[in-house]
């Protein structure tokens, strides 16, 4: 896999379908999406997967998902429009599962979507792209995705729209909430720990940050140390002459560097 492209190309199995895909359900996306599925999906291809999409909408992008994931897929997704439900459910494989709620609402959540599916491999939010919306998809689902699993949200540039509750620099927008996430999720362990892990740092292992999209990669985040190997070692700050090499500090150094195996 190469370097992340803004238009994929032929290369990219995501691509060659969505470019190919002439008609049926509508599917809307942005040409940089297409990389970073590819980035993060691949290793889930011919697997069983468990894949919840908020914004099922005309249902194209359920095309997209079967055509690359197969018949290990089981999707799940979240609409507010209730014909999407007798429209898109299939029993497969693969199978389709479709919830009809707000993702603005935390009893939604908690009480229909939660308890009726397992341990999420993606969540992918394209839905109504508020910051209420997003914020709160994520603090519901987060947990809920498997140790090894991807969360992405996209269709971020809401959050500079005022329109949407967005604004540049705007401290309730979902973009500066998950910059505040590379302090808690990332960073934690540096300032305050023991006050600052949550089960967000312990369960995230990067922030990636996109065109238009936030991408979470989760893993067992323990603590890290630092490591080192070897034992010639540069004095801290070695006496110079005037600021240039002093001839004789450096033989010391030659001399040890020298006995290093």
């Not at 238009?7 to 691509?15: E, K, L, Q, T, V």
């Not at 971020?156 to 910059?179: D, F, L, M, R, V």
Request: aromatic fraction near 14%.
């Amino acid at each position: 896999m190469g370097p992340l492209r803004i238009h994929s190309g032929a290369d990219n199995p995501f691509w060659a379908f969505f470019n190919d895909y002439k008609s049926g359900p509508l599917a809307n996306k942005w040409v940089q999406y297409f990389d970073v599925y590819h980035r993060y999906f691949a290793k889930y291809a011919g697997k069983e997967v468990h894949f919840l999409e908020i914004g099922v909408q005309s249902g194209g992008s359920i095309e997209l998902w079967k055509a690359f994931f197969g018949p290990g897929l089981h999707y799940y997704g979240v609409d507010i429009y209730p014909y999407t439900k007798p429209l898109f459910e299939s029993p497969g494989p693969p199978s389709v599962k479709v919830f009809v709620g707000s993702q603005s609402y935390r009893t939604f959540w908690q009480t229909q979507v939660l308890p009726n599916v397992p341990q999420l491999d993606i969540v992918l939010d394209d839905g109504g792209h508020t910051m209420e919306q997003q914020i709160i998809t994520f603090e519901e689902l987060y947990q809920h995705v498997q140790p090894s699993g991807v969360y992405i949200v996209e269709d971020c540039a809401t959050s500079y729209n005022p329109g949407w509750g967005g604004g540049y620099k705007n401290p309730s927008t979902w973009i500066e909430y998950s910059k505040s996430l590379i302090d808690t999720a990332l960073h934690a362990d540096y300032f305050n720990s023991g006050e600052n892990r949550t089960l967000v740092t312990g369960s995230t292992m990067s922030i990636a940050y996109y065109d238009q999209m936030v991408v979470f990669e989760k893993g067992d985040h323990t603590p890290g140390s630092p490591i080192q190997r070897g034992d010639a070692t540069m004095d801290l700050m070695p006496p110079t002459k005037n600021g240039d090499v002093d001839t004789v500090v450096l033989k010391t150094l030659q001399e040890r560097y020298k006995k290093a195996p």
